[in-house]
């Protein structure tokens, strides 16, 4: 029997006598958020008004949890990715792999040698003949060296300088025979250009990436708009998009959701609004892919009614949930703390056919433990290891930020060793969230000593890890440890672009 979306949106007693499991998770979707009537969208982690890289951790703002949802939307997206194929791929050949690491060594050593040149560049300075005399051969690995070091270095007070650079090295590089830009190349200069507000050369770019043959991909499309967003004119880059006949949607059914996708990915709910309209108007059909992320966006701007109407039309239409679906409502009875609600769809999942995988109990505890239910996140946690599913470093870390956000830092240092214990390495999230309730038990020794463990056992600290570590220890007005964690990170050659964000944050 297939799980009917009806029951979910609350169509009445007659359809619950029917399906009398959903009766006590269906109130969910008349809820309103937990704080301030907003909804919680569960979909973005952010620490400081910045993205996280991975979705799987939660961080405190000041206090606050986060609102915790890409556990749904990362595997929606990696579902239509594309493998990039490795063409050093040597199948385990240690002759191979020793030729590969020496090539690779060779190009990072001439990318330092281009970027030492273009550093010399001014007025009276012939950079392209100096690269010339480097005599070095030009390869796409090369050309991303440098771009993407380019790319690390801009700012606001040298990114008119990284621009001309980098678009100097870029023309100078395709000059050269038996060497062709690629897709990737155009995007690294566009990513120049996009963050040194040039807005008018990315589009140039564009049009010659169309006159030179190149495919206009998603990533294309994702560059523009995350860039074109902020000044304005993202809704006129999908149109652009829309009624392209060279954009390469590929896998995608249809440009539609290729484009619903990446403008989820950018947080541009209405635009997903907008574009799923458009698409309905030019009568192309909407599969399960397009209701999921049509869904996720409506739950993110509150518009609970439109999604109970969703639900609804997906069953109408005759679509069976998917592993995503599932996900997704696993999510909101999680966040909406019905655990019982959510025992009756695990175990529905088994009866048509959907073994509960460790993504499915990963973003269901995640959700309960940001609704403060841990004993339920404990339950649904040893329930799904007597079942055969055993935990991997994400469920972990989940469970792990549970508790230090309650306060129970022992059970998370009891979890920590069982993880590794159980052969799942902590990663910097798992570290960040260790190293964040040790600060809050004005641990501050330990918290510096798991720096190190980490670093020893080849997990290297991220930003976000040093600026957990260096805000809590500034608030506790420990200044001289804050400043020895700056510079054994500058000492380190890392973030250092970021420096200044550390520096001007005086408040941690």
């Known amino acids: 029997m297939i799980l009917t979306m009806k029951s979910i949106a609350l169509l009445g007693p007659r359809f619950f006598r029917r399906f009398p499991c959903f009766c006590r998770?269906?109130?969910?979707?008349?809820?309103?958020?937990?704080?301030?009537?907003?909804?919680?969208?569960g979909f973005i982690r952010l620490d400081n008004g910045r993205e996280m890289d991975d979705v799987f951790m939660r961080i405190e703002n000041d206090g606050q949890m986060g609102d915790g949802f890409?556990?749904?939307?990362?595997?929606?997206?990696?579902?239509?990715?594309?493998?990039?194929?490795?063409?050093?791929?040597?199948?385990?050949?240690?002759?191979?792999?020793?030729?590969?690491?020496?090539?690779?060594d060779n190009v990072r050593l001439d990318a330092s040698r281009v970027l030492e040149v273009l550093q010399q560049h001014s007025p009276g300075f012939n950079t392209i003949a100096a690269l010339d005399e480097l005599q070095i051969r030009v390869s796409g690995a090369l050309v991303r060296e440098v771009l993407l070091e380019i790319l690390k270095r801009v700012n606001y007070a040298n990114r008119e300088r990284c621009a001309k650079l980098g678009y100097k090295f870029?023309?100078?590089?395709?000059?050269?025979?038996?060497?062709?830009?690629?897709?990737n190349a155009y995007h690294l200069i566009m990513k120049i250009f996009a963050e040194s507000d040039e807005f008018k050369a990315m589009w140039r770019l564009v049009d010659e990436m169309t006159e030179?043959?190149?495919?206009?991909?998603?990533?294309?499309?994702?560059?523009?708009?995350?860039?074109?967003?902020?000044?304005?004119?993202?809704?006129?880059?999908v149109e652009r998009f829309l009624k392209s006949k060279i954009f390469n949607y590929r896998p995608f059914k249809h440009s539609y959701n290729a484009i619903l996708l990446c403008l989820l990915g950018l947080k541009q709910y209405k635009l997903v609004e907008w574009v799923h309209q458009q698409m309905l108007l030019k009568d192309h059909s909407p599969d399960i892919l397009t209701y999921n992320i049509v869904m996720c966006a409506k739950y993110r701007l509150g518009k609970l009614d439109e999604f109970h109407r969703l639900l609804?039309?997906?069953?109408?239409?005759?679509?069976?949930?998917?592993?995503?679906?599932?996900?997704?409502?696993?999510?909101?009875?999680?966040?909406?703390?019905?655990?019982?609600?959510?025992?009756?769809?695990?175990?529905?999942?088994r009866e048509v056919g959907f073994d509960p995988s460790v993504l499915h109990f990963t973003t269901l505890i995640d959700g309960l433990s940001r609704a403060g239910n841990l004993d339920a996140c404990k339950y649904f946690f040893d329930e799904m290891i007597k079942l055969g599913c055993m935990p991997d470093v994400a469920c972990y870390t989940v469970m792990i930020t549970g508790y230090i956000v309650a306060g129970e830092l022992e059970i998370a240092q009891g979890l920590f060793k069982e993880m590794t214990v159980r052969g799942q390495l902590p990663n910097v999230f798992t570290y960040n969230s260790m190293?964040?309730?040790?600060?809050?038990?004005?641990?501050?020794?330990e918290a510096c000593s798991m720096l190190e463990e980490m670093e020893s056992r080849?997990?290297?600290?991220?930003?976000?890890?040093?600026?957990?570590?260096?805000?809590?220890?500034?608030?506790?007005?420990?200044?001289?440890?804050?400043?020895?964690?700056?510079?054994?990170?500058v000492d380190k050659g890392q973030y250092v672009h970021l420096i200044s964000k550390l520096k001007r944050y005086r408040r941690c």
């Open 170 to 183: 870029f023309v100078w590089s395709g000059q050269h025979e038996n060497y062709r830009h690629t897709v």
């Open 212 to 237: 030179q043959g190149f495919p206009i991909t998603a990533r294309t499309f994702q560059i523009l708009i995350c860039t074109c967003g902020e000044a304005g004119l993202a809704k006129r880059v």
């Open 312 to 349: 609804e039309e997906l069953d109408t239409n005759g679509f069976s949930p998917d592993f995503h679906t599932f996900n997704i409502l696993l999510r909101l009875l999680g966040k909406g703390n019905k655990p019982l609600a959510a025992l009756d769809l695990l175990n529905h999942m």
């Open 458 to 489: 080849g997990c290297n600290p991220n930003f976000l890890v040093y600026n957990t570590l260096v805000g809590n220890l500034r608030n506790a007005g420990k200044l001289k440890e804050a400043h020895e964690v700056i510079r054994r990170m």
């Open 70 to 104: 890409m556990r749904v939307e990362k595997p929606l997206r990696e579902a239509w990715g594309v493998s990039n194929l490795d063409p050093f791929s040597d199948n385990g050949s240690g002759s191979s792999s020793s030729a590969r690491k020496s090539y690779f």
């Open 25 to 41: 998770f269906s109130m969910l979707f008349s809820t309103e958020s937990s704080e301030g009537g907003e909804m919680d969208d």
């Open 435 to 445: 190293i964040r309730g040790l600060c809050m038990a004005d641990k501050f020794e």
